[in-house]
């Protein structure tokens, strides 16, 4: 009997997020890794080891030049609950790995580690890079900037009746 590892659910969670319209590539599966475990990006051995484990229990495919979650992987994340945090969702995950049953006949997903750790720096650099990652939160800042103020619908108002008063 296989035992899941650490490792396993934020893969899994970070496969659901990276792929959402086409396959994940290592780079995007990577980032969306960094995002869940909050700077924590698990050594490219123990990603291999959770690859191979989680594509011979028949959870992650490959696909398309990419990662994919299989139906049985699917089925394991679609009751996450909407409002919880990645811990959370984590946890989750990890308490239905615990009861999925064992059954490795699924081909293993081979991922050489020289791959993962060109998709750790690109992602490093990415960060440091003046572009823009989709996969990271925004900051209460920048929330806060993208609001308009509460009265600005009045105060045009105000200059509208002004001006036909005025004009």
Excluded: C
């Amino acid at each position: 009997m296989h035992v899941f590892r650490d490792t396993d659910a934020p893969l899994l969670l970070a496969t659901l997020m990276a792929s959402k319209r086409r396959a994940a590539d290592l780079v995007g599966l990577v980032a969306a890794l960094d995002l869940i475990l909050e700077g924590a990006i698990p050594p490219p051995l123990k990603l291999i080891d959770a690859f191979k484990r989680l594509s011979t229990h028949g959870l992650i495919a490959e696909a398309e030049g990419g990662y994919v979650l299989t139906a049985e992987g699917q089925k394991m994340v679609v009751g996450l609950p909407k409002k919880a945090n990645a811990d959370e969702r984590v946890e989750s995950i990890r308490e239905d790995l615990g009861r999925y049953p064992q059954a490795d006949d699924h081909p293993a997903v081979v991922v050489a580690a020289e791959a993962i750790v060109a998709a750790i720096q690109a992602h490093k650099a990415s960060k440091t890079g003046t572009g823009r990652n989709l996969l990271m939160p925004k900051t209460k800042a920048a929330e806060a900037a993208a609001k308009r103020a509460a009265g600005w619908r009045h105060a045009a108002a105000a200059r509208r009746r002004k001006a036909q008063r005025d004009g």
